[in-house]
């Protein structure tokens, strides 16, 4: 086989656990081995960039209600005391606006709830929406799964937001791995 006819195809697969991104290089030998060399570099480095992609272990995100009215594939559909409610399948807050915890034991006494510091932007963020919000209900989750649904009643300007139920003693043990409990210092990476 001639030169010209040799070729190098890299496949990139990468799962970051809600979609998967699937992408196909090739490389020629028209390309100079400098070049070649820094195409394979960025190549090697994309798990790196996108490693923050994964929430991993306790990711947590809130939900606003909404109405049907909006496009299927953008809601959360859940059935509530016998009537179905929307909310965005976007979230309004995550893991990531978390600065510290502190859980407590929940009303059931088998599992928890937790109370969520939120870091500043994110506090103005929820005293906007739970301002406009009133009555709407906030779905949470943990881990891809439903743990609470609360109605906003009036607007929280103190910056925590509240999981009354529905945490499990492993999901705690693993947030006192990465984050502080509230009042104490933060934790060390």
């Known amino acids: 086989m001639s030169k010209a006819g040799r070729f190098f195809c890299v496949l990139i697969l990468h799962d970051s656990g809600l979609a998967k991104i699937h992408s196909v290089v090739i490389i020629t030998p028209m390309l100079s081995a400098a070049m ?14 996108a490693g923050d992609k994964n929430p991993g272990a306790n990711a947590v995100s809130f939900h606003m209600e909404t109405d049907n009215a909006n496009n299927p ?4 559909e859940r059935q509530i005391a016998g009537k179905m409610h ?5 979230p309004d807050f995550t893991h990531k606006d978390m600065v510290a915890f502190s859980p407590f034991l929940a009303d059931n006494q088998v599992d928890f709830g937790v109370v969520l510091q939120l870091r500043p932007r994110a506090a103005r963020r929820l005293e906007s929406l739970t301002t406009a919000n009133q009555g709407k209900l906030l779905l949470a989750t943990c881990n891809g799964r439903v743990v609470d649904i609360v109605r906003i009643d009036q607007p929280v300007s103190d910056g925590f937001l509240v999981i009354w139920n529905g945490v499990q003693d492993a999901e705690v043990k693993q ?9 104490q210092k933060k934790k060390k990476s």
Do not use: E, N
């Open 86 to 90: 929307y909310f965005q399948k976007s």
């Open 36 to 49: 070649r060399f820094l195409i394979f570099t960025l190549l090697l480095m994309c798990p790196l960039i």
């Open 175 to 183: 947030w006192d791995k990465v984050a502080p409990r509230i009042g």
């Open 73 to 76: 594939k953008m809601v959360i």
